[in-house]
């Protein structure tokens, strides 16, 4: 099933990215999210609302599953 980006949060999105089954994806959304990550730090530093600890909870997960399909062997790899 798939959201757009009015009914989904932006964390929720990082989170299904760096989920995702495509190594490239996951890798292109690590350097999004910490990009994402520095303007929020730079937001919060400057006084306006940085990021909540419910967001920063959806990224985790998320992460969590990046790193966790990191380590599957791709289909049609040799061994």
């Known amino acids: 099933m798939s959201y757009s980006s009015k009914e989904v949060s932006v ?11 495509e190594p490239k994806i ?6 999004k999210l910490s ?5 929020k730090s730079a937001a919060a530093a400057a006084g306006k609302p940085g990021v909540q600890e419910e967001e920063l909870l959806k990224l985790w997960k998320g992460l969590h599953y990046c790193f966790w399909m990191s380590d599957k062997v791709r289909a049609g790899a040799i061994l």
């Not at 989170?15 to 995702?20: E, F, I, N, P």
């Not at 996951?26 to 350097?31: A, G, N």
Request: glycine share 0%.
């Open 11 to 21: 964390e929720v999105l990082f989170a299904q990215r760096l989920a995702s089954n």
């Open 26 to 31: 996951r890798d292109r959304h690590v350097k």
């Open 35 to 39: 990009k994402f990550l520095e303007a």
